[in-house]
């Protein structure tokens, strides 16, 4: 993406799934910098500048699942600052492609409230394991912390079984709900199923060890928003919450 669309159009981060040219697919990969012209997907995967990637980008309620055609432009390899990834623009010849990227940033823009308009965001984090759920409310409030005059509008509860969880979302509105799968008694895919049922304006991010390929698949099937790799990265589950929550 050249500086022009740098400096013209407002970045957005959603999750995506990648059709590489060798016919492997990536799913959930995560982008940043969206834009009319173009995005930055994180990924190991190496490719060369100038290859054509097929990108297929969807995020709940915002957009349907919709391909886009995009050609490399640079590499990023890891750092402690930020994961690998590349670097892919649209080209303007692709009016259609440029389109759909047009249309996640204008949904996104629709979505959000001022400032002075929001009330707190429930967010509910499921976990039989008190250290991840600790680092997860780190997580949370490090996404507090780069909003606008750090203002505090998340309310954290957390549950060590799926069955508590279910208790607090019935006994007040939950916003968003981040829940492991692999849990004694009640499964997180059976919280999610019955989250669903009860509750269908509240968003559900999945963690899992399995996440991709048909774990992942009947997850969604479930009810399932996203559903995150273990282990979590910061800036994924911090992207996940601000995106569900159609936060800028």
């Not at 009860?198 to 399932?224: F, H, M, N, W």
Request: aromatic share 2%; charged share 30%; with cysteine.
């Amino acid at each position: 993406m050249n500086e022009q669309d740098r400096r013209a159009h407002p970045r957005h981060d959603l999750s995506l799934r990648v059709h590489w040219p060798d016919g492997g697919v990536e799913e959930p990969a995560f982008t940043e910098n969206v834009s009319e012209g173009g995005l930055f997907v994180q990924t190991s995967r190496t490719a060369a500048p100038g290859e054509r990637l097929r990108l297929e980008l969807s995020f709940p309620d915002l957009l349907a699942p919709a391909e886009v055609e995009a050609e490399v432009v640079r590499t990023r390899s890891a750092s402690e600052e930020a994961p690998a990834g590349l670097a892919v623009r649209v080209r303007e010849t692709d009016p259609r492609s440029r389109a759909i990227l047009q249309r996640i940033a204008r949904a996104v823009e629709d979505r959000r409230a001022p400032p002075r308009e929001r009330t707190p965001y429930r967010i509910l984090l499921v976990d039989d394991d008190r250290l991840c759920l600790e680092i997860w409310q780190d997580m949370i409030r490090e996404a507090e912390a780069v909003l606008p005059g750090g203002e505090r509008i998340f309310e954290v509860s957390v549950a060590v079984r799926a069955q508590q969880a279910l208790d607090l979302l019935m006994a007040r509105p939950i916003q968003l709900l981040v829940t492991d799968v692999e849990m004694p008694g009640m499964s997180g895919a059976e919280l999610v199923a019955k989250v669903r049922e009860r509750s269908p304006s509240t968003r559900i991010a999945v963690v899992s060890s399995r996440a991709d390929g048909e774990v992942g698949l009947a997850l969604r099937r479930s009810g399932a928003d996203v559903c995150l790799s273990k282990p979590v990265r910061l800036d994924q589950l911090v992207g996940t919450v601000r995106a569900l929550l159609a936060m800028p």
